[in-house]
């Protein structure tokens, strides 16, 4: 099989580096191959703009969507973007590797995400009318694929516990989850996050290492989180609120969730 990593910190000899070195060698092991987007190491641009158009007039009024899917139409994407997505075509299956930091991810994964979902890539597919709303959530460019993310986290895990102060992980994480992944198609496994990493030491690492060992040789074998596909019925079209016999009792990140 062919695995993505895009790998968001800027420290190579950080738990992050030495996690995602040992996923590298992991995979490759088992006989898959990997391609790893490493962004800090790259130079990424994180920023979206009017430079991610090869074709654009100077005087040109810039506008995100249209001008994506003018470049994207017309093969006029800056060739960074173009390479990335190359990669998610090639890949069965794709890990994004991140600290959490400020309750999400790094702005240059949040970059990437902005440049490479271009409109007709990553969203504006499909046919919108009474009946569809697009291909997303659950279809898309990337179903059919798999994907998981890999955080690493300050706090204690209780701090992100159903009554933790930081709020649950799982709704810290949805939108990236169920937005970013889900949305274009993945199958979204569960994540794997490690907690309180400023106190983590070499005693402590192997237990941490096995665990991610695990989660990677189980990588095709992992049921993913069971969100609610879009178009399968359970939510009316073009309103796209859940009917009112799904989930009754749930609001919120969770009634999304079957």
Same mark, same amino acid.
């Given at each position: ?30 006989? *898959?191959?990997?391609?790893?987007s ?6 990424? @641009?994180?920023?979206? &703009?009017?430079d ?6 100077a005087d040109?009024?810039?506008h995100?969507?249209? &001008?994506?899917? *003018?470049?994207?139409?017309?093969g006029?994407?800056?060739k960074?973007i !173009?390479?990335?997505?190359? @990669? ?9 590797q ?11 994964? @949040?970059?990437?995400?902005e440049?490479?979902?271009a409109?007709?890539?990553?969203y ?11 291909? $997303? ?8 694929k ?15 516990? +159903?009554?933790?102060?930081?709020? #649950?992980m799982?709704?810290?994480?949805? +939108?990236?989850? *169920?937005?970013?992944?889900y949305? +274009?198609?993945?199958?979204?496994? #569960? #994540?794997?996050?490690?907690y309180?990493?400023?106190r983590? &030491? !070499?005693?402590?690492? +192997? ?10 040789? &189980? ?9 609610r ?6 939510? *009316? ?8 016999d799904?989930a009754?009792? $749930? ?5 999304h969730?079957?």
């Open positions: 099989m062919n695995v993505l990593l895009v790998y968001a910190h800027p420290e190579p000899r950080s738990l992050n580096g030495s996690l995602r070195d040992f996923s590298i060698n992991r995979l490759q092991d088992a006989g *898959h191959a990997v391609q790893v490493d962004l800090y190491a790259m130079d990424w @641009k994180a920023v979206l &703009d009017a991610d158009s090869t074709d654009r007039q040109a009024r810039f995100p969507e249209l &001008d994506s899917k *003018h470049a994207f139409e017309n006029t994407q800056s960074d !173009e390479l990335e997505q190359d @990669k998610l075509r090639w890949a069965d299956a794709v890990i994004l991140f600290p959490m930091w400020w309750f999400s991810m790094p702005a240059i994964l @949040k970059g990437w995400v440049r490479v979902y409109y007709g890539f990553g504006g597919v499909g046919e919108h009318s009474d009946r569809r709303w697009g291909d $997303r959530y659950g279809e898309g460019a990337l179903a059919g798999r994907a998981m993310l890999v955080v690493t986290a300050g706090g204690w895990e209780s701090h992100y516990g +159903p009554r933790g102060i930081n709020g #649950p799982d709704d810290l994480l949805f +939108p990236i989850q *169920h937005g970013v992944l949305y +274009p198609g993945f199958d979204v496994l #569960p #994540p794997f996050v490690v309180r990493t400023g983590i &030491d !070499e005693a402590g690492f +192997p237990a941490i290492r096995d665990a991610l060992g695990q989660r990677l040789d &189980d990588l095709w074998k992992t049921e993913p989180i069971p969100f596909p879009q178009n399968a019925g359970d939510y *009316h079209v073009p309103e796209m609120t859940l009917r009112p799904v009754a009792d $749930r609001v919120g990140f969770a009634a969730v079957a």
